[in-house]
Nanobody
Framework: QVQLVESGGGLVQAGGSLRLSCAASGRAFSLYDMGWFRQGPGKEREFVAAISGSGIATYYADSVKGRFTISRDNAKNTVYLQMNGLKPEDTAVYYC??????????????????WGQGIQVTVSS
């Protein structure tokens, strides 16, 4: 059974930083793409960032490019999201997911995905 457990969320002031972690278990971690998605208050869930199984390729939403960095450590079965320059509009529940990355009409998603339970990130102004 695939399990994803996020950690590292919390409350931070605008301009601050947080690092999210997602520990995976249950299948061969390095064979699958990993992604971070978020859902803000009253909004639909949206793509944030993704990384290929090897870690070579990374993908970002325009809203976080230059501020967020996704990385993975396949030896630890963990994916990270370093978030710098946080803004109040980054406030959301952040979800880790594993699957096969696809892009349809320029929108990234993960097919055959497993999801974590989500973790709250709140950025105060």
């Amino acid at each position: 059974q695939v399990q994803l457990v996020e950690s590292g969320g919390g409350l931070v002031q605008a301009g601050g930083s947080l690092r999210l972690s997602c520990a995976a278990s249950g299948r061969a971690f390095s064979l699958y793409d990993m992604g971070w998605f978020r859902q803000g208050p009253g909004k639909e869930r949206e793509f944030v960032a993704a990384i290929s199984g090897s870690g070579i390729a990374t993908y970002y939403a325009d809203s976080v490019k230059g501020r967020f960095t996704i990385s993975r450590d396949n030896a630890k079965n963990t994916v990270y999201l370093q978030m710098n320059g946080l803004k109040p509009e980054d406030t959301a529940v952040y979800y880790c997911a594993t699957g096969s990355l696809q892009s349809i009409n320029g929108v990234y998603s993960l097919s055959n995905a497993y999801w974590g339970q989500g973790i709250q990130v709140t950025v105060s102004s």
